[in-house]
C-alpha cells in the first residue's frame, strides 16, 4: 500500500463506528491513549483460550507456548527500537518505567539529576521525590517558542549523574531534540533517560540513534493493551543498577544468608508478568509494521499541518505549541472565556473526545503557557481523518461563538 488511507485502517478498529450522544464517535484523545485493532483485542482472548500458562516456571506444553508467547513479544519490541530483546524490560506503562530507573539508579547524595518544564508529571515527580533523599534536580527551561533552553544542555555540571527528558511533550507536541541532548549528557559524563510515550505511537524510534541509557514508553498508546509498557535499558548500564522489586523470577538462587539474581531483563521483572498484554503488544507491533510507521508518520504530520493551519484563521482559539521544531499531533488550545473542560464537554455532546486540564504537566501550563486551570487538547493518530478535523474545528468555532 503506498496510498495512505484513513478510511480504509479504521475499518480495523471496532470503536470507532460508536456513535456517542447520538453522534458518530470523533476520538480525538490518543495522546492519553489510543484505540486497539481487532488484531489485538482478538489476539488477547486467544491468548487465554489457548496459551494461557504462567511462563518461565512450569515445564508443561501451555507454560512453553506462554513463555514464547512473552519472548517473541520482548523480540517484537526490541526490533521495533532497534534494540536487543536483552535491553526491553516489561513494565505496567511509561511511569512504572522511569520509577524502575528512579529507585534503581545507584546514585550518591548529593548529585544532581537534570530534567526540563516540558515533562509530564510522570517524569518529573519520580525526580523531584528525591530530591528528599538528598539529590538536586535541575530543571530546563522553554523559550517563547516552547522549545527547550539547549545551551542548558551545553553546560551540564559535572555532579549530574542523568538528564531526563521527553522526546515529545503531550502538551505543546514539541519535539526535542534527543540526540544532540544524549551526546552533550554523555560528553558530560551523564546518563540520559527518554520518555518516548508521546513519540513510539508515531515516530519511527531507533535507541541506537538517540543513544540514549534508558527509553520508556506504554504499548496502550500505540494500539496495545494497557498494563503493558517498556523500558528500554541500555546494557552498558547495567552495573550501575540496583534491584527495584524483588521475589519471584528475579533470582538465580535464594538461601538466607545469600542470594544470587538472574541477569536483566529477569532481574526487573519481579513475580508473574504481564503475558497476555505483552503478547497484545506485540500483536499491535505487528499492526503497526504493517502500515508502515514511516507512513504513519507522513500522514499524521499532513493532517496536522492541516489542523494547525485550519485553526490559525479561527479567532477566538488560543493555540499553545511547538513553533520552530517538528511538533508531534498535539493540539493544545482554549477558547476564550471558556474553561477548558466546558469545551470538552460540548464537544462531547457531539461526539467528540479530546482531553481537558492540565495534562499532568501544571508547572509547564502554569508557569509557562500561564494558563488557569489547563487547557484542551486533541490528539489525533492515523485513524483519524481529514473531515474528522473540519467537524471538530466547526464545533469549536460554534463554541466560540457562545462565550464570545
Ligand atoms: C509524555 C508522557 N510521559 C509519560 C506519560 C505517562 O504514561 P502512562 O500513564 O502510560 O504511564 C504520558 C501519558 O500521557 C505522557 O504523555
Known sequence: MSD????????DFPILSKTIEGN?????DNAATSQKPSTVIDGIKYFYENINANPLRSL??????????YETAREKVARFINASPEEIIFVRNTTEAINL????LKMDRGSRILTTYLEHHSNLLPWL?????????DIVGVDDNLELDMGRFENIRQDTKLVAVTHGSNVTGTITDVEKISRLAHASGALVLVDAAQTAPHIKLDVKKIDADFLAFSGHKMLGPMGVGVLYINKRVIPKLGTFLTGGEMISSVKMNDIKYADVPAYFEAGTPNVADAYGLGLAIDYLDKVGMDRIYAYEKKLMDYLYSSAASIDCLDIYSGK???RGSIFSFSVKNAHPHDVAYLLNKKGIAIRSGFQCAQPLIEDKLHVKGGVARASPYFYNTYD???????????IGNMYG
Open 388 to 398: 474528522e478535523i473540519d467537524t471538530f474545528l466547526a464545533e469549536i468555532k460554534k
Open 324 to 326: 520552530s521544531r517538528e
Open 129 to 137: 521525590r528525591l530530591r528528599d533523599k538528598g539529590m538536586f534536580v
Open 101 to 104: 530507573v528512579s529507585f534503581s
Open 60 to 69: 508443561h506444553k501451555l507454560a512453553e507456548e506462554s513463555t514464547k508467547a
Open 4 to 11: 495512505f488511507d484513513a478510511n480504509e485502517v479504521r475499518k
Open 24 to 28: 458518530p464517535l470523533i476520538y480525538l
